[in-house]
């Protein structure tokens, strides 16, 4: 059995601060108010695959329908999200994805819809297909709309949609391959003014 060396300190992994000891604290000690004033959240989009595009657009409808103040950045592969050109087409693959499992295994045997999927079945030719073709199936019986459709709905929610200036300059994209909802082509620097004070989620 380990023995934790005397006088080890617990490093500091970005948690919540210590609670103040009681001998520290002032008799007149309040505790930090809550913050005030209207909500903002900052999105950012980085992953253009189908599976990591629906995070951030679900995230971003269900903060507008809160009333929250909404700005979605979408970066890198992110782009093709908002690109007209490929939204309509995004896939979803297992290779890589340990988490894939399929819920209706669960009528062949009990138990197999939590078993994660075999990586060397998505290397055969047409699985790629399949899973998007899939996974597409579902968002639908559950009546999410497909991306571009979401775009239309985020934008009517006045939510606020911005590409990044690097990645589209990388991808050479020119501005009329981009949904209509999206208000411009800014800069890091640009999105860190506009999302000062939100709170921040990164997909």
């Keep these: 059995m380990r023995t934790i060396p005397k006088g080890f300190i617990l490093p500091d ?8 000891v009681a001998s520290d604290v002032p008799s ?12 903002k959240l900052a999105l950012i989009c980085s992953k253009g695959n189908l ?11 269900a903060a507008a329908g809160e009333g929250v103040e909404v ?15 490929t939204n309509a087409d995004l896939k979803f693959t297992m290779l890589g994805n340990t988490a894939m499992h399929m819920a209706e295994l669960g009528y062949l045997r009990p138990g197999l819809e939590h078993k994660s999927m075999p990586q060397l079945i998505g290397q055969l030719p047409g699985m790629t297909a399949i899973a998007t073709t899939m996974m597409k199936k579902q968002m ?11 775009l239309d709905l ?3 929610a ?9 990645s589209f300059d990388m991808m050479k994209m020119l501005e009329a391959d981009l ?6 082509v800014i800069s890091a620097a640009d999105f860190i003014e506009i999302s000062a004070g939100a709170q921040t989620i990164f997909v």
């Design 13 to 20: 992994f970005g948690g919540h601060p210590p609670a103040p």
């Design 28 to 39: 007149t000690y309040v505790a930090p108010a809550a913050p005030t004033g209207p909500r």
């Design 51 to 61: 599976d990591m595009a629906y995070p951030g657009l679900i995230l971003g409808n």
């Design 71 to 85: 700005h979605i950045f979408f970066t890198f592969w992110g782009l093709d999200i908002i690109n007209k050109k």
């Design 140 to 150: 639908a019986d559950l009546e999410i709309p497909d991306v571009p459709e979401f």
């Design 154 to 156: 985020l934008e009517a």
């Design 158 to 166: 006045g939510v606020h949609m911005y590409a990044c200036k690097l």
């Design 179 to 184: 949904h209509p909802g999206v208000e411009g």
